[in-house]
């Protein structure tokens, strides 16, 4: 087949790119960032995602579109940047692969539609009510209405895959990561917090700090530690080539993501052991993050079968820890 690939230069397109060229597709990818990939097969268009000539380059001769780029951002400064990206980047796109013939358009969605961290009930499964409360997650519900348009509108198969929070393993131990440093290590968490302009959080978090480098376990304000799930991109690459190939994926939504929920107690017990460096337990303003995602219907309609538990990503995280450190 040939396949255009949007994100190619990100975390979970790159993987998806690996992957479809070692099954022998040809690959086509989009992204605003180049990716120095040279290999055979795969080509790629610079570019942004609501470009539309960049779009109808990309998308020509494609047999599928495999769109997972996207602008992730919580700065209110990056508002306008991130709907142009998410929103017009996907009408376009969804125009230029109808153009070009396209069979099957594959949406990353996300969790933030429901959202997941103010759950009506749970587990959350497709049927759960969408009501988006960032930016971001708007732009996600936005784009799924316009892949739905297209399902009843045009000819194109379409699928909705709400991702789940997806990381490398490598990125869990990395003080410097966008995702995990500010999430597990409390002096990233206070610089994200001003970057958001929380400065009142920003404060709580730097009144907790013990004078030398640590993790945080965040916690409501009742005390409770977060709950969340955290998927490795090894097994999202698995989902989003069965939505790919699978007939009955045709038309539908599917949660991708872990089976379990990780327990943050626990996790940070655990990641403390391997780094050495001591936990702060912070009760931040707030209901907190609590949540369980079902992922059954794919798991029973498509197959899919995570393989990535918390527990082995971790072990790769502390040997990538390692060695970084050893450098
Ligand atoms: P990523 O940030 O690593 O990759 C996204 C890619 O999109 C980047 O390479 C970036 O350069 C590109 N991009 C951003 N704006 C662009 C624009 N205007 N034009 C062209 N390219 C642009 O993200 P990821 O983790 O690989 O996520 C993949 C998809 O999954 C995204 O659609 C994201 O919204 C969704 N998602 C991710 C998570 C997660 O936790 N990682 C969770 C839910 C949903």
Redesign the pocket.
């Known amino acids: 087949m040939k396949i255009l690939v949007?994100?190619s230069?990100?975390?979970?397109?790159s993987a998806v790119v690996d992957r479809l060229l070692a099954e022998g597709h040809e690959v086509m990818g989009?992204?605003?960032?180049a990716s120095g990939r040279k290999a055979a097969g795969y080509s790629e268009t610079v570019?942004?995602?609501?470009d539309a000539a960049a779009a109808q380059v990309a998308a020509a001769g494609a047999d599928a579109v495999l769109h997972?780029?996207?602008?992730?951002s919580w700065a209110p400064a990056d508002k306008a940047k991130m709907f142009?990206?998410n929103v017009e980047?996907t009408r376009v796109l969804l125009d230029a692969a109808a153009g070009a013939g396209v069979r099957r358009f594959v949406f990353?969605s996300?969790?933030?539609v429901y959202p997941e961290n103010a759950p009506i009930s749970q587990p959350i499964d497709e049927n759960h009510p969408r009501n988006a409360n960032s930016p971001y997650g708007l732009t996600?519900l936005l784009g799924e209405e316009l892949v739905c348009f297209h399902q009843r509108a045009g000819r194109m198969e379409t699928v909705i895959l709400r991702?789940?929070?997806?990381?490398n393993a490598s990125e869990l131990l990395d003080e410097e990561s966008f995702?995990s440093g500010p999430r597990f290590f409390l002096r990233p968490r206070v610089r994200q917090q001003e970057n958001f302009g929380n400065s009142k959080v920003a404060d709580l978090l730097r009144a907790a700090d013990p004078g030398r480098p640590s993790h945080i376990l965040a916690c409501n304000e009742q005390g409770r530690p977060f709950r969340m799930h955290i998927t490795d991109t090894r097994d999202m690459v698995q989902g989003i080539l069965l939505a790919m190939t699978h007939p009955a994926a045709a038309g539908e939504i599917f949660n991708l993501g872990a089976t379990d929920p990780v327990d943050f107690e626990p996790l940070l017990a655990r990641m403390a052991e391997i780094t050495g460096l001591p936990i702060v337990k912070v009760d931040l303003p707030g209901a907190g993050v609590f949540y369980h995602t079902s992922n059954r219907k794919i798991r029973e309609r498509l197959g899919f079968k995570p393989e990535w538990t918390i527990d082995r990503m971790l072990q790769e995280a502390a040997e990538v820890r390692t060695k970084r450190l050893a450098q």
């Open positions: 949007t994100g230069s990100g975390r979970v397109g989009l992204d605003a960032r570019g942004l995602l609501d997972l780029g996207a602008f992730m142009a990206a980047g990353a996300s969790g933030e996600k991702f789940s929070h997806t990381q995702f």
